[in-house]
């Protein structure tokens, strides 16, 4: 199999954390989103989405979608459980884990996209008045995770999941719009800095 | 358990088909979103996010997030699967459940609230440029998976999956942003009958 892999973007920096905490070794081959190069005729014949990342299997079958790859390689390496195990916690967790994407994550990456004179060649149009609409939706969250970290050590409950690879990934992103984790978050600051300490947390 | 759901929002309807398919009975309440009950003090004690569709257990545990509620009942009542089965089968429904939320049922979704009269008092506040900016994604995105659908009966592949059932959701979500399935694809325009025939479709 072939990871392709896109830098410092953050999808497939979710997918090389859960690898690395699977320790899991998969081949990788990198796509220079700078140079647009996730456009090429070429990675467009991989995924017409023109994402990245993207696992081509050895008969050539192509998973797309972080959490897709993930998944495929929690059945192929169940220990240690990042989706959990049985029928409530892995609700919980997949709860917990589309809760940090569609609330963090997710608008996280719009006041980058929309804001960031970087990212005029990548997104058309960039519409400014959506990436500041995002701004305050990142911060409502974050509070409300800091309430939610009060009792419990991870994202999803007791175990490190992957929940908390994604919420890391967007915590972790806001810097290049420069934004920062409140100082009185004390409980995400303490989340933050475990998760920061993993040594998936360098993949 | 009791579900809290919300009338012809597209969520609670991707739970209500799933739940139908499943041949499963659920305790329902409806949660007035014209009249902004998912923020009432009642609702947002159950789910903080102040979305339907919830999913509240007999011990008050809260599953919240349509997918995580879904996946939930997968595994109460795996037949028949709507997941797959096995790590590629499950991986691939993941995939295109995912392209179908985040390149039709997401841009369609931002079209009505950036766009629709009726959800200024909801949306703060509408961006009504992100909305004309997501109306060409949607048929894109159609016209991607008309080609897709052109050697296969469903969306993720030979069977009818939770993919279907996200994908059906958001074409018949574009009717309220007067948007419509172009004539001339076929193929989606034939998927999209037979699933809308489906009993389940009802729901």
Redesign the interface.
Known sequence: MKLYDGGRAPNPRRVRIFVAEKGVTVPTEQVDLGKLEQRSATYKAIN??QRVPALV?DDG?V???S???C??FE??QPDPPLFGR???D???I??WN??AEL?LLFPVAMVFQHLHPAMKIMVD?Q?A??GE?NKPRVFEFLR?LDGELKDRPYVAGSAFTVADITALVAVDFMRVSKMVVPEDLVHVRRWHEAASSRPSARA
Chains 1, 2 share one sequence.
Request: cysteine-free.
């Open positions: 017409p989405m299997l079958t998973i797309a979608e959490i897709a790859i998944r495929y059945a192929l049985g029928a409530l892995s609700a919980l997949e709860m589309r809760r609330h149009p519409v008045d959506w609409a409300f």
